[in-house]
């Protein structure tokens, strides 16, 4: 989305009446797309500066005249392209994570039909890569095993490939942040297109929220007030079109963290999936990107500090996705900028919750993209963000959101009547997480938030699954339900287990929040007073491989402590005593990702891809 000034609008209508196209002025005639926020027709070609082809990356591979060039044109000319196609024109290089088995991308293989289109009419030569899908809801044991496994893949194949940009297609949760580590560490042209949220889902006439809905009424199936038939008709209206949750999960989460630090068209992570306006955006970004190549403006010259500040406050203002924490510090890391948890907590300290959406609210993607999505919220957050920050249209973020506007006041609150003050995330630490922990209170029941009870405390996934649910366990409403094995190296790959169910038997007498400890993580659509990514992790001997049965645990979100009430020399003497676990892969990748998977406060990034250092060119021969 693009604010045109007037005179742009002049600019559009005498091209139009130059070209042919029309024979009188119809500048109040031009089809104007409110929720874009575009004339249709600012998106035709601008003129390209002064190119020389030589300067181009892929030049290497295709300019000389020599024997290696040779063979790159002669198996180009192969495919049926002619040297008209390529030659003196940036390569767009457009990932993507399209799959049979990701129903989140499933619409991404037309995506990259419309990015390519894009491209050409700017003048540059579209490749599409295929690359690794991660699909959230098949994936075992967790995406989050191979997030890192993509953004390698992205960074060596635009390294490896004659890439002078690039076009990133993907949405499903860990898709994203992947995609974009792997491009920041490239450091090439790249712009983001995201798969977009689904429709609503729709059940008796019901919405229904991706996650939110499927807890509450699994929760409720459990607790014996759903029967077969209503269950099937959920699963069958609950998810309607292809496109990611429609909660604000972590695909809307991280999708909103893209187009905030700039890597994405304005508006682009509110379109719905299936919306007209997707493939638009998507064919833009394809004009755009060969812009980019032309101008030089690669992913590193767009992050700066302030552009990772101005994520953190609208993942706060969003009730984003706890995950966001550790994708926000990896991407952060890609980029040479360290991240703490204590910057999270302390803008969570001064950030007001402005969108009213599940799981912290009522409202679902496609509302939110009615009322203006995202622009329109970050214009009223603006007091709290950079709004110099540099983005892929090659003007500021303050210039983007510049003709935001609100269409629903209560879906996208002002800072005057915020969904909450302040508070979105808080960072605990305490004795049972001295490297921190996280937790989301507005996803929370704020009675929770001060509470002291006795630790069930289960050594594995299978064993909770086991005993969660017996009769004979010796839980209460008031026990602290304590999960560990199920961090980075633990589980491995820190699943979302984090949401520990409730026990039945509590279910059946009304309980539906509970205090629930973990070092795993938590789907970003889920709620519950779950204190999450504890580090370090149990399996290294972080202190929650200490914690016995019966224990108190003490949480106080207000004060920022999490603390189980043991002595010191008990817990010395429970060290003494403890024994780590071996890993479970001998052999693979995932033997790799034990020995470099980083703990959840530092981004559980591989300590081999941080960092900047420069990775030399590969050699054409
Ligand atoms: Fe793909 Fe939720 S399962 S975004």
Known sequence: ?????????????????????????????????????????????????????????SYRWYGPDDLRSFGHRSRAASMGCLQADYAGKPVIAIINTWSDIN?????????????????????????????????????????????????????????????????????????????LMGA?????????????PMLRGNWRGQILGSGSDVSKYWAERRAGNIDQQAWMQIEEGIARSAGTCMTMG????????????????????????????????????????????????????????????????TVLALGGSTNAVIHMIALAGRAGIKLTLDRFDDLSRKTPLLANLRPSGKYLMEDFYYAGGLPALLKALASHLDLQSLTVTG????????????????????????????????????????????????????ALWKHAGRAIVFDSYDEMNARIDDPALDVDANSVLALRNAGPKGAPGMPEWGNLPIPQKL??????????????????????ACVLHVAPESFVGGPLALLKEGDIVELNVTSRQLNMRVSDEELARRRAAWRPKAGIYPRGYGKLFLQHIKQADEGCDFDFLEGTAPIPEPEIH
């Not at 009188?24 to 874009?36: G, I, M, R, T, Y």
């Not at 995406?143 to 993907?170: F, I, K």
């Not at 991280?254 to 955006?281: Q, R």
């Not at 539906?512 to 938590?522: G, H, N, P, T």
Request: charged share 20%; with cysteine; aromatic share 4%.
């Open 507 to 528: 279910l059946k007498a009304g309980v539906r929040d509970m205090v629930r400890i973990s070092d795993a993580r938590m789907s970003g659509t889920s709620y519950g």
């Open 103 to 179: 129903p989140c991308h499933s619409h991404l293989r037309e995506r990259a039909q419309d990015v390519k289109r894009g491209v050409w009419q700017a003048g540059g030569f579209p490749v599409e890569m295929p690359a690794i899908t991660l699909g959230e809801t098949f994936q075992k044991p967790t995406t989050m095993m191979y997030r890192n496994l993509l953004a390698m893949e992205t960074e060596e194949l635009l390294r490896s490939y004659p890439a002078d940009g690039c076009v990133l297609l993907g949405g499903c949760d860990k898709t994203t942040p992947a995609l």
């Open 395 to 446: 003007k500021t973020l303050g210039e983007n959101i510049g003709c935001a506007e609100i269409f629903n006041g209560d879906v996208i609150r002002g800072t005057d009547n915020p969904v909450l003050e302040s508070g979105g995330l808080a960072i605990l630490r305490g004795n049972l997480a001295p490297s921190g922990a996280v937790i989301k209170p507005s996803a929370a029941e704020p």
């Open 184 to 196: 920041i560490s490239a450091n090439l042209p790249a712009i983001f297109v995201p798969a977009g």
């Open 1 to 57: 989305m693009e604010c045109q000034p007037v005179k742009t609008k002049v600019k559009i209508q005498r091209y139009l009446m130059n070209v042919g196209l029309v024979s009188k002025p119809v500048v109040e005639a031009l089809p104007f797309d409110s929720a874009q926020g575009a004339y249709q027709n600012t998106s035709l070609p601008k003129p390209m500066p002064p190119k020389d082809p030589k300067s181009l990356r």
């Open 250 to 313: 972590t695909a809307s989460t991280m999708t909103g963290v893209a187009e905030v630090l700039g890597l994405t068209l304005p508006g682009a992570s509110s379109i719905p999936a299936v919306d007209a306006n997707h493939p638009k955006m998507a064919s833009r970004s394809g004009r755009r990107i060969v812009e980019m190549v032309w101008e030089d403006l690669k992913a590193r010259d767009i992050l700066r500090e302030a552009s990772f500040n101005n994520a953190i406050a």
